[in-house]
């Protein structure tokens, strides 16, 4: 019963730390996402140089799209001309950050690691851009994956165009309807997660991790890859792994790899760019964020690793409110998908 106390104890504090800025960077992606129209990001990324990976790195940044969100985008930047630089600039800057994300990693963690994750993944993504772009190799069609992502059937409600109406309605609709919608699930997965971590981890678990960076380092990255996780949700599972001791080191390679890869993506990239763009792709990540984790670990040295994560011990009423306005939505959004399941299953058969 005393696990149970505690584990809800820690999903309220992780809840009311990030609510606030969850939603008001959800409200910040929908008014990007109706006054930055998709077609200017894939405008002026055709040429083999550095200056289109930057600005492709630079495009991909604030923009809220998850890893299999951002398919559609970069197959569609392709088709239209991207270089491979360009192309494997932004599938690696997009799904890493999002003006969500930032803004959740600033309430959570502090200006300083935020502004460490933004510029590392602008890094790892240039240096990923150059190398592909001195790799040349014919590619293949797209997977059945990327098709259908393409079209809109993998992510349709990332891949969905704003309607026309009021620019205030479609903002306040793509963000709270679409995006949330997106990440409803994968976010309360994090959330359950990081609680889970920050309470059953056990303390001799938590001491040899400490003690052995590189494990936590090999862990991470094992879990990370193939995984699927945005950006956002990937935030209370990295600071349930620092409240449970980890180094925030391993944390940040949890928070640089889970988001940018994960199976499919994997297998879209081999087909779209070419099997040595893929190497590119998975050494550049995980090589990048190791060495960025060691590097936050140096910068961190002297610091209790457990002052990094802000959870206040008496929440203010914004948090309050801004956390039961998540949970409502997101468990809204959860039971909707799983009611349509259900009637899909009931008009067409499961397997």
Partial sequence: MEFVSEFLRALFDLSNAMAPYILFGLLFAGVLHVFVPQSIVKKHLGKDSLWSVIKATLFGIPLPVCSCGVIPLAAGMKKSGASNGATLA??????????DSILATYGIFGWIFTLYRVVTSMIISIVAGVLANFSTEKEEPLTQEAASCESGSCCSNSCADVKKESKIVAALRYAFGTLLEDIASPLLFGLLLGALITVAIPKDLSAVLVEYTWLSYVIAIAIA????????????????????????????????????????????????????????????????????????????????????????????????????????????YILKSILFHQKSCSDTGCA
């Fill in 90 to 99: 932004f599938l690696i800057s997009t799904p890493i950050t999002g003006v």
């Fill in 225 to 332: 890859v193939p995984m699927y996780v945005c950006a956002t949700a990937s935030l209370p599972i990295a600071a349930g792994l620092i409240l449970a001791g980890v180094s925030p080191g391993a944390a940040f390679v949890f928070l640089s790899a889970g988001p940018a890869t994960n199976t499919v993506t994997i297998g879209v990239v081999k087909k779209m760019l070419g099997l040595r763009t893929l190497v590119i792709y998975l050494g550049t990540i995980i090589v990048g964020s190791i060495l960025f984790g060691l590097g936050l670990d140096v910068l961190f040295v002297d610091v209790d690793v457990k002052e990094l994560v802000n959870m206040d011990e008496e929440a203010g009423v914004l948090a309050w409110i801004s956390s039961a306005l998540l949970w409502l939505l997101m468990l809204y």
